[in-house]
């Protein structure tokens, strides 16, 4: 039990970073000290594994189940997730408001944040070269581009959410990118939030009596949320470690060159709303946008001396 609540609060201390956009669930992953366990428990998975689950009757398969689930450290991804999962359920409602009738102060704190982590990230590349400066112009350029896109009116369809999904949890899993970043720049962070929100007040308005219509339509979003994540997790996830195992300081220079070029939606949201409420000033952006740089730039003086 005592093991099941280390890992539990862990995984609730990564839930939580992963709705901060610019904020990354694998740095948590990285400063807790499960990261490597992390990425060596999820490409341990083998659905082939599995089989014995086929024959519950059988004591010898539910003795190889068991041996099997240990060895891929299921109980310790369980635990995780649901701390993960935990998190992002209570903080999500908290971010959704916030976004919605603070968007000034939000926005510029969300600025701060993801140009903090991309000033330290690009600091991970060691040298530059033509290449690696091509790369950096070309995914400043599409971010730049696919943000002014998703800063209006964007299709939230389930094929969209379940790409959003896919390529939110193989951002959350390394260490410096935010998952809740590329929603953002996808235009989905907003509608994914306030979707949960009402999947889970649809759930206790159920519980309450109320119609089962409203956690049907939110629930299927959130599910199909769900399996793109896990999608992402076994085929977007192994890719991009692959990259950046073999191609370190390119893939690094694309995924911080991203964030840059996206830096444009938080700005646009902060001016078209300044002066909208009494936190809506210039002032208040430019400060939480500090504060938000400056929370990157302890976490990152923090694990200055951590490898992954």
Not at 147 to 157: C, E, F, L, N, W
Not at 199 to 221: H, K, M, Q, S, Y
Not at 235 to 253: D, F, I, N, Q, S
Request: hydrophobic share 55%; net charge negative.
């Amino acid at each position: 039990m005592r093991d099941f609540l280390a890992v539990y609060c862990k995984g609730f201390s990564m839930g939580a970073a992963d709705v901060v956009p610019g904020v990354s669930g694998g740095t948590i992953a990285l400063i807790v000290g499960i990261y490597d366990r992390l990425i060596r428990a999820i490409t341990a998975i083998d659905p082939r594994a599995f089989r014995p689950a086929l024959r519950p009757h059988d004591p010898e398969a539910r003795a190889q189940l068991r041996t099997e689930l240990e060895r891929m450290e299921i109980p310790f991804l369980l635990s995780l997730g649901l701390g993960v999962g935990t998190a992002i359920v209570l903080l999500s409602s908290l971010m959704h408001e916030a976004a919605t009738t603070y968007p000034v102060a939000t926005y510029g704190f969300f600025f701060g944040l993801i140009a903090a982590s991309a000033v330290v990230l690009y600091g991970e590349i060691d040298r530059w070269t033509v290449g690696r400066v091509a790369i950096s112009v070309g995914a400043i350029a599409l971010a730049f581009a696919v943000s002014g896109t998703t800063a209006g009116d964007v299709p939230h369809g389930l094929p969209i959410v379940l790409v959003a999904g896919a390529v939110a949890i193989c951002a959350m899993i390394l260490p410096g990118v935010s998952g809740a970043f590329f929603l953002l720049i996808l235009g989905q962070y907003e509608y994914m939030t306030g979707t949960l929100r009402g999947f889970i007040d649809a759930l206790f308005d159920l519980l309450d009596g109320g119609a089962l219509a409203p956690v049907l339509e939110t629930g299927t979003i959130v599910v199909v949320f769900g399996v793109g994540a896990v999608v992402g997790l076994f085929t977007m996830a192994h890719a991009v470690g692959y990259a950046l195992e073999r191609y370190r300081a390119a893939t690094l220079a694309a995924l911080v060159s991203l964030m840059v070029g996206a830096l444009r939606l938080p700005a646009e949201r902060v001016l078209s709303n300044l002066g909208e409420t009494s936190l809506g000033t210039p002032g208040i952006a430019v400060a939480m946008a500090f504060v938000g740089a400056g929370a990157v730039l302890l976490v990152d003086w923090y694990t200055d001396d951590l490898e992954y």
